[in-house]
């Protein structure tokens, strides 16, 4: 059984920081593109950063890059985000994807999603 367990969400003022993990269970982790994609209130889930098997490759949204850093720890099964400088525009329910194969028709999964609320 697959299971992908975020955590780190929470408040945190304009400004601050935040560190969300994801620890994942019953896959081969190293094969899978690891993800964090958000759903902000009343809008549709987006893209915010993925990274390769191996860690050599990461992408970022437009919207947050400089601002927030994915990584990865194989021996550990666990993907992380690195958010700084938050933004109340940030807001949102963040959410942990693992992807094998290709784009259509590969294996995805998903986790609950950790929420993030960013506001004084």
């Known amino acids: 059984q697959v299971q992908l367990v975020e955590s780190g969400g929470g408040l945190v003022q304009p400004g601050g920081s935040l560190r969300l993990s994801c620890v994942a269970s019953g896959i081969i982790f190293p094969a899978y593109v690891m993800g964090w994609y958000r759903q902000p209130p009343g809008k549709e889930r987006e893209l915010v950063a993925t990274?390769?098997?191996?860690?050599?490759?990461?992408k970022y949204a437009e919207s947050i890059e400089g601002r927030f850093t994915i990584s990865r720890d194989n021996a550990k099964k666990t993907v992380y985000l690195q958010a700084n400088s938050l933004k109340p525009e940030d807001t949102a329910v963040y959410y942990c994807n693992a992807h094998f194969g290709p784009t259509v028709g590969g294996r995805n999964y998903w986790g609950q999603g950790t929420q993030v609320t960013v506001s004084s």
């Open positions: 990274i390769s098997g191996g860690g050599g490759i990461t």
